[in-house]
């Protein structure tokens, strides 16, 4: 019988080293669909897309792509000291008669590119390395878009994108659909593969489990992980008297209660992440547990009781030292604490670390390994990881959840709210609203640096939490 899928691998098996990505791992995708892969982290949907692409050889088994092919991986491939312009083109510069390449067409053509994609806020004349991770997201996929694929397979493609751009980007997807194209994406947001997905593949271990048309998430966690999910976000209990944290960042006025977990929300790119970095490194003054404090750098706030897991915008660029071992990145944050007249106690670090790698289900083959080689959600399990090692009073929780599985997601949640029921304040800020709607005793409604709203939490609907952001905004 004639195949008629665009792509289509059976029987593949992959290992880099010890650990086995890929075993008799089957996938098809048909010309025409929008078709998502989804799978815990480590599950080894990056690995199966590489294998179908080409930048990775499988072991055993057969791969087959009919028609032009274009992806976009979890890492970015754009290079940072050329411009947009430059980096869109890189491939196929426009050319004069005699071949040579005519600069000047460059940002013209470009700007034709962009405005066809509907970017009209971007200078193609701007270096890479100065756009947000956002813009370089959106970039790369224009580069990949004005490929004119028939083939077109995105890792994560709105991890590093705000709402409005994953809405582009949604459009783009529908819109090659509907020309016949065959568009492939991973995400750990089960409203994105719901609202464009025409069948689903789950991936488990690194083989297929299903592909199906219809799937709730709740079945589709079961699928990923093997585990029944009850109640997606565990029940709050109230915050004690004391107050843990007081400050005055900029124009924002926090006070966090002892067991409190306080939201900070808004449209993102308010001044969130600065008034979480301000707090942890920013020449700021601020009272813990009653007692003032300066805090200059990050040293200071540990040794203050604050600590931070913080996962930047480009999760690769900061925060995790990639070649260093898994153990030696979640250990860092209490290094200091755990050393006698200099020397580490490697015992107590290797214990505590084991028991971190357990509880988040962190997927590494020992704790020794680099965590460059884990997959990009394990990457993040060790950043979170870092500050519950630490034992800080206060805890400021960064967009920790991004691009990390489903059950690991609720596994957190749970941890958060067990956190603040003993005592300890956090202060929480998430790209994904939902959870600030859910997890969350009082929100700070953010918008250009200052508090437009205070809502008392849990707040339940995160359209709520939107609205208010909004408001402000037609005051302006
Ligand atoms: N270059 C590599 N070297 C060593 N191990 C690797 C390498 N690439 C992948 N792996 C391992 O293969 C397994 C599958 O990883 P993969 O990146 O395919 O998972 P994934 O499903 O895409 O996860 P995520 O959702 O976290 O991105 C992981 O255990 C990972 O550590």
């Given at each position: 019988m004639m195949d008629t899928h665009a792509v289509h691998a059976e029987g593949v098996d992959r290992s880099f080293g010890g650990v086995r990505a890929l075993r008799?791992?089957?996938?098809?995708?048909?010309?025409?669909?929008?078709?998502?892969?989804?799978?815990?982290?480590?599950?080894?949907?990056?690995?199966?897309?590489?294998?179908l692409c080409g930048l990775v050889r499988p072991d055993r088994g057969t791969v087959r792509v009919t028609g032009r092919l274009a992806t976009a991986f979890q890492e970015l491939s754009l290079l940072p000291d050329l411009t947009i312009a430059e980096n869109l083109l890189l491939h196929d510069p426009p050319r004069g008669r005699l071949g040579l390449v005519v600069r000047r067409r460059l940002v013209p053509l470009a700007n034709e590119i962009l405005h066809e994609h509907g970017i009209n806020d971007l200078d193609p004349r701007?270096?890479?390395?100065?756009?947000?991770?956002?813009?370089r997201q959106v970039v790369e996929l224009v580069r990949v878009l004005a490929t004119r694929p028939e083939v077109l397979i995105l890792d994560e493609p709105t991890a590093a994108l705000q709402e409005q751009q994953v809405a582009w980007l949604a459009a783009h997807m529908r819109r090659l659909r509907s020309e016949g194209c065959c568009v492939v994406f991973t995400s750990h947001r089960w409203r994105e593969i719901e609202d464009l997905a025409d069948r689903v593949t789950v991936f488990r271990n690194g083989s297929h489990v299903t592909t199906r048309e219809r799937l709730t998430e709740s079945e589709a966690v079961t699928l990923m992980s093997g585990r029944t999910l009850t109640g997606a976000y565990p029940p709050l209990t109230p915050p004690a008297d004391p107050v843990a944290l007081e400050a005055r960042v900029g124009d924002v006025d926090i006070r966090l209660r002892r067991g409190e977990i306080l939201g900070i929300g808004g449209l993102a790119g308010q001044g969130q992440r600065e008034l979480f970095l301000k707090?942890?490194?920013?020449?700021?003054?601020?009272?813990?547990?009653?007692?003032?404090?300066?805090i200059r750098r990050p040293k200071d706030a540990i040794r203050a009781g604050i600590g931070i897991a913080y996962v930047p915008e480009d999760r690769k660029a900061e925060g995790l030292l990639l070649p260093m071992s898994v153990r030696d990145n979640l250990a860092l944050a209490t290094l200091e604490r755990r050393s006698v007249a200099g020397f580490v106690r490697r015992a107590a670090e290797h214990r505590a670390v084991r028991d971190i790698v357990d509880r988040l289900a962190v997927r590494t083959a020992s704790t020794g390994h680099p965590v460059g080689t884990l997959s990009g959600g394990n990457q993040q399990k060790v950043l979170m990881g870092r500050w519950l090692l630490s034992g800080a009073e206060v805890l400021l929780l960064f967009d920790v959840t991004r691009g990390v599985d489903a059950a690991t997601k609720h596994d957190f949640y749970a941890l958060v709210a067990d956190l603040a029921a003993q005592g300890r304040a956090v202060l929480l800020y998430s790209s994904?609203?939902?959870?600030?709607?859910?997890?969350?005793?009082?929100?700070?409604?953010?918008?250009?640096?200052?508090?437009?709203?205070?809502?008392?939490?849990?707040v339940g609907d995160a359209e709520l939490i939107v609205a208010a952001a909004m408001r402000e905004r037609e005051h302006v």
């Amino acid at each position: 019988m004639m195949d008629t899928h665009a792509v289509h691998a059976e029987g593949v098996d992959r290992s880099f080293g010890g650990v086995r990505a890929l075993r008799d791992a089957s996938f098809a995708a048909r010309p025409g669909e929008i078709h998502a892969l989804a799978g815990e982290n480590g599950a080894g949907k990056s690995t199966m897309i590489k294998v179908l692409c080409g930048l990775v050889r499988p072991d055993r088994g057969t791969v087959r792509v009919t028609g032009r092919l274009a992806t976009a991986f979890q890492e970015l491939s754009l290079l940072p000291d050329l411009t947009i312009a430059e980096n869109l083109l890189l491939h196929d510069p426009p050319r004069g008669r005699l071949g040579l390449v005519v600069r000047r067409r460059l940002v013209p053509l470009a700007n034709e590119i962009l405005h066809e994609h509907g970017i009209n806020d971007l200078d193609p004349r701007t270096l890479t390395r100065d756009l947000s991770v956002a813009h370089r997201q959106v970039v790369e996929l224009v580069r990949v878009l004005a490929t004119r694929p028939e083939v077109l397979i995105l890792d994560e493609p709105t991890a590093a994108l705000q709402e409005q751009q994953v809405a582009w980007l949604a459009a783009h997807m529908r819109r090659l659909r509907s020309e016949g194209c065959c568009v492939v994406f991973t995400s750990h947001r089960w409203r994105e593969i719901e609202d464009l997905a025409d069948r689903v593949t789950v991936f488990r271990n690194g083989s297929h489990v299903t592909t199906r048309e219809r799937l709730t998430e709740s079945e589709a966690v079961t699928l990923m992980s093997g585990r029944t999910l009850t109640g997606a976000y565990p029940p709050l209990t109230p915050p004690a008297d004391p107050v843990a944290l007081e400050a005055r960042v900029g124009d924002v006025d926090i006070r966090l209660r002892r067991g409190e977990i306080l939201g900070i929300g808004g449209l993102a790119g308010q001044g969130q992440r600065e008034l979480f970095l301000k707090l942890f490194c920013g020449r700021q003054s601020v009272t813990v547990g009653g007692t003032q404090r300066v805090i200059r750098r990050p040293k200071d706030a540990i040794r203050a009781g604050i600590g931070i897991a913080y996962v930047p915008e480009d999760r690769k660029a900061e925060g995790l030292l990639l070649p260093m071992s898994v153990r030696d990145n979640l250990a860092l944050a209490t290094l200091e604490r755990r050393s006698v007249a200099g020397f580490v106690r490697r015992a107590a670090e290797h214990r505590a670390v084991r028991d971190i790698v357990d509880r988040l289900a962190v997927r590494t083959a020992s704790t020794g390994h680099p965590v460059g080689t884990l997959s990009g959600g394990n990457q993040q399990k060790v950043l979170m990881g870092r500050w519950l090692l630490s034992g800080a009073e206060v805890l400021l929780l960064f967009d920790v959840t991004r691009g990390v599985d489903a059950a690991t997601k609720h596994d957190f949640y749970a941890l958060v709210a067990d956190l603040a029921a003993q005592g300890r304040a956090v202060l929480l800020y998430s790209s994904e609203t939902e959870e600030i709607a859910h997890l969350c005793h009082r929100v700070l409604v953010m918008r250009e640096g200052r508090v437009a709203a205070e809502l008392e939490g849990p707040v339940g609907d995160a359209e709520l939490i939107v609205a208010a952001a909004m408001r402000e905004r037609e005051h302006v």
